[in-house]
């Protein structure tokens, strides 16, 4: 798993400036959460903001029926619980560990008091909130407008994209994701997310392996999508 902090430049910590991110580490406590340890519940009352440093987590939501919906995959610079914490709300989704994760947590009153002495994170934030916002539009359109196909050639774009490790065969998804977790983000059932990566597979677009994914060619699979 890539545990360096160069890679999300895009992200919450990475838009810090030195002093911001001192002061954020300040009033911090240090967590580690073994893999498939729970960050944060559904519908508990928020107590707490992480900021995700090594290791990788999922978003997901459970729905009346009992089903269970993949939101999004958190990374290194990552913020969680920002939303529910500062507008005082229960919580929205759980987050669990998918590895080994290392984390520094603040509870939400210090973190009001780090912004009110920070203003401008608090534009960070929005941005970072908008951005997530988008890309849940977007998701929302692709489950209308594309077939299964389309939608998990979609998800492993991006997937390379982000947690992409450069290899002989290509770029390796250097994230442990089941079929099932894939199914859950793509919208789709376990036996046509199955199906699609079969086809995938088929036109020599991807390699795999248990937990693991190799994009043979990211522009060609980009088409696809």
């Not at 603040?106 to 608090?122: G, I, K, N, Q, T």
Request: charged share 30%; proline share 3%.
């Amino acid at each position: 798993m890539p545990d360096s902090h160069a890679d999300y430049d895009d992200h919450f910590l990475a838009r810090l400036n030195a002093d911001e991110a001192a002061a954020l580490r300040s009033r911090a406590v240090a967590r580690r959460f073994d893999r498939g340890a729970t960050l944060m519940h559904q519908d508990e009352v928020p107590g707490r903001l992480i900021v995700l440093e090594r290791g990788h987590v999922k978003v997901t939501t459970l729905a009346d029926d009992g089903k269970e919906s993949v939101l999004a995959f958190r990374g290194p610079g990552d913020l969680l619980g920002e939303i529910s914490a500062l507008g005082g709300d229960p919580r929205c989704a759980t987050v669990r560990a998918l590895e080994p994760v290392e984390a520094i947590a603040m509870a939400a009153a210090d973190f009001e008091s780090f912004l009110e002495d920070h203003p401008r994170v608090a534009l960070v934030i929005l941005r970072v909130v908008i951005a997530r916002l988008r890309e849940a539009d977007r998701q929302q359109f692709e489950f209308g407008a594309y077939q299964t196909l389309g939608r998990v050639a979609k998800r492993l774009v991006a997937l390379a994209e982000r947690f992409g490790e450069p290899c002989d065969a290509g770029v390796r998804i250097a994230l442990s994701i089941s079929q099932e977790e894939l199914a859950g983000w793509a919208g789709a059932s376990r036996e046509a997310t199955s199906k699609a990566l079969h086809d995938l597979r088929a036109m020599s677009l991807i390699e795999t392996e248990r937990r693991h994914i190799t994009v043979r060619d990211v522009d060609e699979l980009r088409r696809v999508a």
